[in-house]
C-alpha cells in the first residue's frame, strides 16, 4: 500500500483540487491497482477544510498541534499503522501530476526529493512579478537540483521509520529529515520526474517555508 499524507490549516480553497489530483494519481494504471491511502491532516482548522474533505474517500486526522512538522509525522505514523511501504507527502496548495505516484516509485531510490512549478503569480499583488523573476532566476527545476520541497517529496515507509522521521518543527521540516537522511547515506533522488504545481502565495500559514523565500527573494531583489 502507498500512503499519501497531506498537512492542512484552514486550506477550504485549495485542499478539493489537491484532493481531487491525488484522486488521480492514485487510479494511475501503472499502479497496477496497488491501493493508495491518503490522510489529511486538519491542524487547528476553524474554517470549512474539513467540512471540504469530508466528501472525499480520504482519512481526516483532526489534531491542533498548529505544527506542520507534528502534522506530517501524525499523518505517517497513521500510514505506517495502516501498513504503507511508501510515504509520499504533499500540501493542501498544491496540484501533482497524474503520475506523481508512479514517477516516485520509478526512480527505484529510498528517498525522492521533487521539485515544484507555480501556479498564478498574478494572484499575489504588485510584489509577484518580482518574486517570479527572482524564482525563475535561480530555482532549478532539472535532475539534480538541491531542493527540499514538502510539497513533493516521498521516501520508502521502513527508511522513514529508522531514521526516526519529521521533527517537532514550525517550518523546515522537510529540510531536516531529508539532512538526516542523506547523513545516513540513503540514496535520494533529487529529480524534476514527479510533476506539482503549488501556490505562489507570498503570506502562507507558517513563517519560513516556501511562501517565506519567495518573499524575502522580491525583498532581496
Known amino acids: ?6 498537512p492542512a490549516h484552514n486550506e477550504q480553497n ?15 494504471p501503472d499502479l497496477l491497482d496497488e491501493r493508495v491511502k491518503t490522510v489529511v491532516v486538519l491542524d487547528a482548522c476553524t474554517d470549512l477544510t474539513d467540512q471540504v ?4 474517500p480520504v482519512t481526516r486526522l483532526n489534531k491542533n498541534y498548529r505544527n506542520v512538522g507534528l502534522a506530517r509525522a501524525a499523518g505517517a505514523r497513521y500510514l ?11 500540501d493542501a496548495d498544491t496540484v501533482v501530476s497524474d503520475a506523481w505516484l508512479v ?19 498574478a494572484c499575489d499583488g504588485p510584489h509577484a512579478a518580482r518574486a517570479q523573476a527572482s524564482f525563475l532566476a535561480h ?8 531542493h527540499v520541497h514538502g510539497a513533493n517529496l ?8 529508522r531514521l526516526g522521521g519529521f521533527d517537532s ?43 517565506t523565500a519567495l518573499r524575502q527573494a522580491w525583498v532581496a531583489d
Open 139 to 146: 530555482y532549478q527545476d532539472r535532475d539534480g537540483h538541491r
Open 80 to 90: 505506517l499503522a495502516s501498513g504503507a511501504r511508501w510515504l509520499a507527502f504533499t
Open 169 to 211: 518543527l514550525a517550518c523546515s521540516e522537510d529540510q531536516a529529515l531529508v539532512d538526516k537522511l542523506e547523513r545516513a547515506g540513503v540514496t535520494i533522488a533529487w529529480t524534476a520526474l514527479p510533476r506539482v504545481v503549488t501556490s505562489a502565495r507570498l503570506y502562507s500559514r507558517v513563517e519560513g517555508g516556501f511562501a
Open 103 to 121: 514517477h516516485q516509485l520509478s526512480l527505484r531510490a529510498s528517498v525522492v526529493c521533487g521539485t515544484v512549478s507555480i501556479a498564478n503569480w
Open 53 to 56: 474533505v469530508r466528501a472525499w
Open 154 to 161: 516521498g521516501m520508502d515507509a521502513l527508511v522513514y521509520q
Open 14 to 28: 485549495d485542499i478539493g483540487l489537491c484532493l481531487a489530483a491525488i484522486a488521480r494519481a492514485a487510479s494511475h
Open 1 to 6: 500500500m502507498i500512503g499519501v499524507c497531506i
